[in-house]
């Protein structure tokens, strides 16, 4: 309800509408929807889940970080002892026996074995076990065409999806393809937000760091697809799109779908509309011509293809 308020409050429904008053007579029966917005329509409640996500190897440790560190099986009764220690601003811990050891900037798989080297100077026999305690959170900041932009807290395992999350989405003047993660003034990451939402693909998704800017960038060009296909929606376009993508996007053809009448509907120059008649079949029906045509033909911004 956040983001639908607000959304309409800016006006972010002007793509939506400009298609359903340009196509109005192409048999639109309902207003199409630009495509992935809604994944960030639930409410923001936080990261429990990742907290008790496990921590990896290369998980880096910073201020605020707890660790528990256990050493047992050592003659001396001493050192048969388990200790909390928080990562102290400075960038160190506090094991008493040990001193101060710094660990800031250090990924998680190397603390055991500073520790151990540490140990292995003093004791002869010994076992030792690290594990992660409470985690730090970090500062990011959320900006560009967001439906609520600002600085967010969360925890040090968030991603740039996780932020993009309590910011409640980008708004819908706002990209899915170009998310960028910059860092000190580096372009760190550029998010397609498409291959998570088509693919599952989740490579791009980094992990945050404390002072990060997540930048949704403004909107690239928009094509709309209805008819009987899998998912009728207003894709953003990336690069150049052909016909044969644009529907990939869409998850290709229904089985009732004529592959011999598609038909693009295009603005030229701003006023001169033009319908380019497109035949998708694929068996002898079609001429080696119609087929080039078909797999070759670009999709502009504005493009409404039924």
């Given at each position: 309800a956040v983001r639908s308020n607000q959304v309409e409050a800016i006006g972010q429904l002007s793509i939506e509408d400009s298609f359903s008053r340009s196509f109005l007579l192409q048999s639109t029966t309902n207003q199409l929807k630009q495509f992935g917005y809604n994944f960030f329509d639930v409410s923001f409640s936080g990261f429990p889940q990742v907290m008790d996500t496990p921590i990896g190897p290369d998980y880096v440790l910073g201020p605020e970080d707890t660790l528990a560190v256990h050493i047992w099986n050592v003659p001396d009764p001493s050192f048969n002892q388990s200790y909390v220690s928080t990562v102290e601003r400075d960038g160190t811990i506090f094991i008493?026996?040990?001193?101060?050891?710094?660990?800031?900037?250090?990924?998680?798989?190397?603390?055991?074995?500073?520790?151990h080297g540490k140990l292995s100077s003093l004791l002869k026999r010994f076992d030792l076990h690290v594990s992660m305690g409470r985690l730090r959170s970090i500062k990011v900041f959320v900006v560009g065409e967001v439906v609520r932009p600002g600085a967010y807290e969360l925890s040090a395992l968030a991603t740039a999806s996780h932020a993009l999350y309590a910011a409640c989405g980008p708004a819908k003047s706002g990209s899915l393809r170009h998310i960028q993660v910059m860092r000190g003034n580096k372009l760190a990451s550029d998010l397609d937000f498409y291959q998570f939402l088509l693919k599952g693909d989740r490579s791009q998704d980094i992990p945050l760091q404390s002072g990060d800017t997540v930048f949704v960038t403004?909107?690239?060009?928009?094509?709309?697809?209805?008819?009987?296909?899998?998912?009728?929606?207003?894709?953003?376009?990336?690069?150049?799109?052909?016909?044969?993508?644009?529907?990939?996007?869409?998850?290709?053809?229904?089985?009732?779908?004529?592959?011999?009448?598609?038909?693009?509907?295009?603005?030229?120059?701003?006023?001169?509309?033009?319908?380019?008649?497109?035949?998708?079949?694929?068996?002898?029906?079609?001429?080696?011509?119609?087929?080039?045509?078909?797999?070759?033909?670009?999709?502009?911004?504005g493009d409404f293809v039924r």
């Open positions: 008493p026996q040990l001193g101060s050891i710094p660990v800031a900037g250090v990924s998680f798989s190397k603390v055991n074995q500073i520790l403004p909107i690239g060009p928009v094509a709309a697809i209805g008819g009987p296909v899998r998912r009728q929606a207003i894709y953003e376009l990336k690069d150049r799109t052909t016909l044969p993508e644009l529907l990939e996007l869409a998850g290709g053809l229904a089985p009732s779908a004529d592959r011999r009448r598609c038909q693009i509907f295009r603005v030229e120059a701003g006023q001169k509309r033009v319908i380019i008649d497109i035949n998708l079949e694929s068996n002898s029906k079609g001429t080696s011509q119609e087929l080039s045509t078909a797999h070759s033909q670009s999709i502009v911004d």
